[in-house]
């Protein structure tokens, strides 16, 4: 129960924010790990996504009620929430600027984005050589990914360590 006082703001509109915040970050979230798992790990990653998810409701409310109980009110909670936000925010600006620098798969509208971006990191696509035109049918920003040096050089970085880790 919220106390009385002629301060306090009305506590039902972040509420709700944050109910909404949360409903579209799940969505995206659950939605998005068949593109950025190999289809042979998308059980596990669902499994752990889910075992994650599980711990931060289980440990948070914990950290949450022993904020409230040191400190008698809610303005340690608020900025507890605050924090938690904050790196909710910076998480997802850090995966998009990855998702930007690897292909963009989760930000592509089309759907052949993953396959395309999957097959060439699996080699099932040859990656042009130059002097080569690229195939005509692929998205424009599969195109530049394929002629980008920093792409070039981490799906070469990725396929090392697939085969060191098999070896």
């Known amino acids: 129960m919220m106390p009385d006082c002629d301060k306090c703001g009305?506590?039902?509109?972040?509420?709700?924010?944050?109910?909404?915040?949360?409903?579209?970050?799940?969505a995206v979230m659950w939605a998005s790990i068949p593109y950025i798992v190999e289809p042979k790990t998308v059980g596990t990653a669902f499994g752990l996504a889910t075992a994650l998810q599980n711990?931060?409701?289980?440990?948070?409310?914990?950290i949450v009620g022993a904020i409230h109980d040191s400190?008698?009110?809610?303005?340690?909670?608020?900025?507890?929430?605050?924090?938690?936000?904050g790196i909710g925010i910076g998480s997802a600006i850090w995966l998009n600027l990855?998702?930007?620098?690897?292909?963009?798969?989760l930000n592509s509208s089309d759907s052949r984005m993953y396959l395309i971006v999957s097959a060439l990191a699996n080699n099932i696509l040859e990656t042009p050589r130059l002097g080569q035109s690229t195939d005509e049918d692929l998205p424009d920003v599969v195109k530049a990914w394929r002629s980008?040096?920093?792409s070039q050089r981490s799906l070469r970085l990725s396929q090392l360590r697939r085969s060191q880790i098999a070896h």
């Not at 400190?71 to 936000?85: A, K």
Request: proline residues 8%; glycine residues 16%; contains cysteine.
């Open 10 to 26: 009305y506590p039902i509109i972040p509420l709700c924010f944050m109910g909404l915040g949360y409903s579209i970050y799940a």
């Open 55 to 62: 711990l931060g409701l289980a440990v948070a409310p914990m």
């Open 71 to 85: 400190e008698g009110n809610y303005t340690g909670v608020s900025l507890f929430f605050v924090i938690v936000g």
């Open 98 to 105: 990855l998702d930007k620098r690897t292909g963009g798969v």
């Open 148 to 150: 980008d040096p920093e």
